[in-house]
């Protein structure tokens, strides 16, 4: 398995503000995501973070709101950026293992918009 | 549009039953099959995968999978309250991007 650290784990922001979110992996990965997680809700692809190069966006999600970046093969970082309430939620890093396959994700960011 | 279906509970079953949760995905060329588990407040924790048709089991768990009615299925036997928890089904393509179903929320009542 991979183990996944995300910080902050929480933190409350202004509206009009933006934030980091970092994510290190402690194993070799071939890709990693950005999820969303609204109250009680399931887990909504915001991209995939693409080593070196831009990341991959679903529909609905865009650069200038979520810039996204991956250096090297281990670390992600996920901007919120201009935010507001909506964009209340948890947002979960998440990489696939190279050696099985396998989605792991780490504990989450909730992120509370005033 | 890939879709991942699951019923959103709550499933409630006694302490020691079988609880049976179940999906379908709409995309046939979908690969790889996967089950997390999610207790409130908390990620979502990987139980078991499965890529090919019929029974997978480990311990207290067996997935299923049916390729054909596209369809797969998490039994847990001998339920206890510890399970207690939403079950997230994902689905991915070529073992790309992951699609999750909406989750089944089970209780297991002592």
């Known amino acids: 398995s991979a183990v996944i650290s995300q910080k902050p784990s929480r933190d409350i922001c202004q509206r009009g503000t933006s934030l980091t979110i970092q994510c290190q992996v402690d194993s070799q990965v071939t890709m990693m995501f950005w999820y969303r997680q609204q109250p009680g809700q399931s887990l909504t692809l915001i991209a995939t973070a693409n080593q070196g190069s831009e990341a991959t966006y679903e529909s609905g999600f865009v650069i200038d709101k979520f810039p996204i970046s991956r250096p090297n093969l281990t670390f992600s970082t996920l901007t919120v950026s201009n935010m507001s309430p909506e964009d209340s939620s948890i947002y979960l890093c998440?990489?696939?293992?190279?050696?099985?396959?396998?989605?792991?994700f780490g504990e989450g960011s909730r992120l509370t918009v005033l | 549009q890939k879709e991942v279906e699951q019923n959103s509970g709550p499933l409630s079953v006694p302490e020691g039953a079988i609880a049976s949760l179940n999906c379908t995905y709409s995309?046939?060329?979908?690969?790889?099959f996967f089950w997390y588990r999610q207790y409130s407040g908390k990620s979502p924790e990987l139980i078991m995968f499965?890529?090919?048709?019929g029974d997978k089991e480990d311990g207290r768990f067996t997935a299923q999978l049916n390729k054909a009615s596209q369809y797969v299925s998490l039994l847990i036997r001998d339920s206890q309250p510890s399970d207690s928890a939403t079950y997230l089904c994902a689905v991915a393509l070529y073992g790309q991007n992951f699609v999750f179903g909406p989750g089944t929320r089970l209780s297991v009542l002592p």
């Open positions: 499965i890529y090919s048709n």
């Open positions: 998440s990489a696939k293992t190279t050696l099985t396959g396998e989605l792991f």
């Open positions: 995309d046939r060329g979908s690969q790889s």
